[in-house]
């Protein structure tokens, strides 16, 4: 896996692209990538406090008229805090992604190789969906720790810029 940052880069050569960056930086972080055209992407942000670019009703949407490439959307409803307890569930935890026919089984095997099981949730058409479900997973999650007495989590924070490969 290669990590890029603000500094963007060059990813013509991997067979996936992780995009987890601000909800608001989708715009930013696509045109410092060179080789994007065509390659699959998986949009893994969310908005917080912000709208989708201007026209379209998602970012894994606004993503997939840059690319022209297979796309999906996945992983922004799980907190990478939780990544470490993942080995220790009886069941393996499931994981909600949308993405175009041609992005699913690069999706899917990430998701596995993450220690989930995907849960295909239908084409991008519902990735507005998902995205507006991660204030209401942010807020289950909240709700639930303080329950439990469970520390908070730290949420949105710990994940990884533009880069190739897998969360
Ligand atoms: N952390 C979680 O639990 C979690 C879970 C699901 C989804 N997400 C989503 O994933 C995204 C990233 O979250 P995070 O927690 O990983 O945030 P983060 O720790 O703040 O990481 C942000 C990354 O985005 C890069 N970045 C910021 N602005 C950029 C720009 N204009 N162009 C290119 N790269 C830029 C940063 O690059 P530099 O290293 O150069 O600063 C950094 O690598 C958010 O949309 C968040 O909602 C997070």
């Given at each position: 896996?290669t990590?890029?940052?603000?500094e963007?880069g060059d990813?013509?050569?991997v067979?996936a692209?992780l995009?987890?960056v601000p909800?608001?930086?989708v715009?930013?972080?696509l ?6 055209e065509g ?11 912000v709208?989708p670019p ?6 894994a949407?606004y993503?997939?008229s ?10 922004n409803i ?5 990544y470490?307890q ?6 393996r935890?499931?994981?909600l992604?949308?993405a175009d026919?041609?992005a699913?089984?690069t999706t899917?095997q990430?998701?596995r190789?993450?220690g989930?099981?995907?849960?295909y949730?239908?084409?991008?058409e519902n990735?507005?969906?998902l995205e507006a479900s ?7 999650h909240r ?8 520390s908070?989590?730290?949420g ?5 810029g533009?880069?190739?490969s897998?969360p």
């Amino acid at each position: 896996m290669t990590r890029i940052g603000h500094e963007g880069g060059d990813v013509s050569e991997v067979e996936a692209v992780l995009l987890a960056v601000p909800g608001g930086a989708v715009a930013d972080a696509l045109e410092g990538l060179e080789g994007i055209e065509g390659k699959t992407v998986i949009d893994a942000t969310n908005r917080v406090g912000v709208e989708p670019p201007t026209g379209f009703a998602s970012n894994a949407e606004y993503v997939k008229s840059k690319t022209n490439g297979p796309t999906a959307k996945s992983f922004n409803i799980n907190f990478a805090v939780l990544y470490e307890q993942i080995a220790r569930e009886k069941s393996r935890p499931g994981n909600l992604f949308v993405a175009d026919d041609e992005a699913r089984e690069t999706t899917e095997q990430l998701i596995r190789d993450a220690g989930y099981d995907p849960v295909y949730g239908g084409n991008l058409e519902n990735a507005a969906a998902l995205e507006a479900s991660s204030g209401r997973s942010s807020r289950a999650h909240r709700r639930d720790a303080s329950s439990t007495g469970s520390s908070r989590p730290k949420g949105p924070s710990a994940g990884s810029g533009a880069g190739p490969s897998r969360p």
